[in-house]
Structures are given as C-alpha cells and as structure tokens.
C-alpha cells in the first residue's frame, strides 16, 4: 500500500521496488532473426523445387542436375545452420526454471535448445539420404513422397518456431 | 492512494488470457499439423515396406528419422509454449509496474534482465 507522501518517502519507496523488481521482464526465448526467417523460406522454396522434379521420376541422365540442386540446398541449409550458431542465447538460470516446469507437467524437450537447427539437422540428413539413394538403387515414388513429406514437417517445425519469436 | 488487488488481479488475468487466447490457436494448429503429417509419414514408410520399396538401410533411416521427428515436435512444442510464458510473465510484470506507478506518480521505466 502506497500513499502520496513528500518527495524523499517516494523516491525511497521507488528505490525500494525497484530493488525487490531486480528480475522483473525476462527473456526466455531468443530474439526474432529476419535473416533466419528469410533463409528459412528461401530453403523451403529450393527443397520444393527439388522434389517437383522428383516427382517426375529421377532417370539417370538427369542424376548431376539434380547432384547440383540437392548441393546448392546442402550449402543454403548449413549455412542456416552457422547462422543460428551465431544467434545469442538468452539467460538459462531463468528458462531453467520453465522447462522445469513443463517438465513437470510432462512435456520434456530433453537436451539441447534450438528446434530450428533440430530441423535443420533432419533436412541436411534427407538430402544426404536422397544423394546416396540416388547413386544407388534410384529413387522410388514412395520413398520420393516419403522424403517430401518428411521435409515439409522439418520446415514446419522451424518455420512455426521461428515465427513464433516475432514478439 | 491504494492498489486495488481485485482490481490487479482482474488487469493481470485480462493481459495473459489475450496472449493465451492468440497464442493456443497458433500452438493447436501446428500441433494437429504435426501430428496428421506423422501420422502420413508412418504409413507412407509402411506402404514402403509392404511393397519392397523400403527395405535394409533405408528402412533404418526412416524408422531413426519418424523418432527424430517426433522428439523435434516435442521440443518445438516446447519452445513455443516458453515464449508463451515469456510473454505472460513480461505483461503481467507490466500490468504491476503500471499499477505501482499510478500510485507513486512517476513514470517508471520497467527494469528488466534481457
């Protein structure tokens, strides 16, 4: 309970909030990057490229255009990668305490932050997947919408979280 | 001059259900999302598997990616309900510091630890 007072009493009580507020706005989630969005979408656009063409079919004469497309989306997606590396990490001591807390409630995101390069992760295995199945034994229909499918819930998944940090 | 705490309260509750309110919707739609491309994804790999297409290596490599999947929904579902939190406690952190500067008639400027 505050009351108008003389000036000393206030500037004493605001001197004592303020040091009983000393963590008072956190930030548990790191900031919006408009670059990581950005290549985000310009990955997504290249991975969709990649798979209309495989829907074609993948013949043989045609394996070194689509090497240079699976590459071209190798370098956009580590890139990425570095990317969010670089991106600062807000302060555990705090986000500690709200993983605990959805923990308890029985949702655990095991180790490790970032969803995005989580995603991003997966991505780079399904083009390594896509380039060694390519050499191999070609890519059938079911495993091309299999890949295709796959690729869209990785994206989504980077897509949303990232989205989600424009706040 | 007083705080009014019903009133605080009230102010509290109108500040995170308008984060809440928005934010559930967003949440919901990526989780059903997630969980019908799943839900596809397994049964593209069955389809695989029952016509021969999906076999040896590759079986291993989509039956390791249908788990990392699942665990990276997991954790996106967990970040975005921590920035769901981050932003209910930063309002309701506002909503006290306005009610403590109306009292104190000074404009305070809301300390934070970013």
């Known amino acids: 309970m505050l009351k108008k007072t003389s000036l000393p009493a206030r500037i004493i009580a605001i001197g004592l909030a303020l040091s009983f507020a000393v963590s008072c706005t956190v930030k548990l989630a790191p900031s919006y990057d408009e670059k990581i969005a950005t290549g985000l979408t310009t990955a997504l656009k290249e991975s969709l490229i990649l798979f209309a063409a495989l829907e074609e079919g993948a013949p043989a004469e045609s394996l070194p255009a689509r090497k240079t497309a699976c590459n071209s989306l190798q370098g956009t997606l580590e890139a990425l990668r570095i990317q969010l590396k670089a991106r600062p990490v807000p302060d555990t001591k705090y986000l500690d305490n709200a993983k605990k807390l959805l923990r308890e409630r029985g949702l655990d995101a095991g180790s490790g932050n970032d969803p995005t390069d989580g995603a991003l992760r997966g991505l780079l295995g399904i083009v390594a997947e896509i380039k060694r199945l390519d050499n191999a034994q070609g890519l059938s229909k079911t495993i091309v919408a299999a890949h295709r499918n796959a690729m869209i819930l990785y994206f989504d998944q980077a897509i949303t979280y990232e989205s989600f940090l424009k706040r | ?114």
């Open chain 2, 1 to 114: 001059m007083q705080i009014d705490p019903l009133l605080l309260v009230t102010d509290i509750k109108g500040a995170a259900t308008a984060i809440l309110g928005k934010d559930v919707t967003t949440i919901t739609g990526f989780s059903n999302r997630q969980i019908n491309g799943l839900a596809t994804q397994a049964s593209l790999v069955a389809t695989g598997v029952a016509n021969g297409e999906i076999a040896g290596d590759t079986l291993t490599f989509f039956l390791d990616q249908l788990i990392d999947l699942t665990e990276n929904f997991v954790k996106t579902m967990v970040g975005l309900l921590i920035v769901t939190i981050e932003k209910i406690w930063n309002a309701i952190v506002k909503v006290i510091w306005s009610a403590i500067e109306k009292v104190a008639g000074v404009v305070l400027p809301v300390p934070n630890i970013h």
